[in-house]
T-cell receptor, first 114, second 115 residues
Framework: DARVTQTPRDKVTEMGQEVTMRCQPI?????VFWYRQTMMQGLELLAY????????DSGMPKDRFSAEMPDATLATLKIQPSEPRDSAVYFC????????????FGPGTRLTVT | AQSVAQPEDQVNVAEGNPLTVKCTYS??????LFWYVQYPNRGLQFLLK??????LVKGSYGFEAEFNKSQTSFHLKKPSALVSDSALYFC?????????????FGTGTQLKVEL
């Protein structure tokens, strides 16, 4: 049963620290998405990759957030420095070839910045 | 720009009764529409999608959705609700400008099924 995996599942850190979240997309999927979910803002798209190339990161605060895909099996989302307002659940999703293909979500990383 | 609207923040229904979670969309071109469900402390799970063909789409857990082009709606339905259906439901539409399978999600509707 293929699944998107995310690590860590929970992260508590102090303001100013660097946070790295990792995602392993489903093998063979060529699109990867990073979302952030909060009670106030709901589900927000942060970044979107296709074939490891970033296509859209307009939803991401550029000064502190960065997203990369070092290889086809790993996507990373970094926050440096972290701030309390970054506290949220961060989801990674992957999708297959074709415009009709659905996205499959990972279990999320719950980030708390104190 | 494409968008979806979920007009109800919460829907309450008694177990055994039919349920409907509403969604309307706005998109240029052919609409590709999706429903996802999120249980507490979990990621979103794909339920069903409409791409083309029959306006009534069947999905997981007994859910179905009806595509109505004239009303630009894609309402999620189930004939008989279960307490275990209580969750957050998201409607989504493919972004025709985003390329690939980038989606625009609605704000979500909390479904509460009571005994």
């Amino acid at each position: 049963d293929a699944r998107v995996t995310q690590t860590p599942r929970d992260k508590v850190t102090e303001m100013g620290q660097e946070v790295t979240m990792r995602c392993q997309p489903i093998l063979g999927h060529n699109t990867v998405f990073w979302y952030r979910q909060t009670m106030m803002q709901g589900l927000e798209l942060l970044a979107y990759f296709r074939n490891r190339a970033p296509l859209d990161d307009s939803g991401m605060p550029k000064d502190r957030f960065s997203a990369e895909m070092p290889d086809a099996t790993l996507a990373t989302l970094k926050i440096q420095p972290s701030e309390p307002r970054d506290s949220a659940v961060y989801f990674c999703a992957s999708g297959g070839q074709g415009i009709s293909h659905e996205q499959y979500f990972g279990p999320g990383t719950r980030l708390t910045v104190t | 720009a494409q968008s979806v609207a979920q007009p109800e923040d919460q829907v309450n229904v008694a177990e055994g009764n039919p349920l409907t979670v509403k969604c309307t969309y706005s998109v240029s071109g052919n609409p590709y529409l999706f429903w996802y469900v999120q249980y507490p402390n979990r990621g979103l799970q794909f339920l069903l999608k409409y791409i083309t063909g029959d306006n009534l789409v069947k999905g997981s857990y007994g859910f179905e959705a009806e595509f109505n082009k004239s009303q630009t709606s894609f309402h999620l339905k189930k004939p008989s609700a279960l307490v275990s259906d209580s969750a957050l439901y998201f409607c989504a539409v493919r972004d025709p400008q985003g390329g690939g399978n980038k989606l625009t999600f609605g704000t979500g509707t909390q479904l509460k099924v009571e005994l």
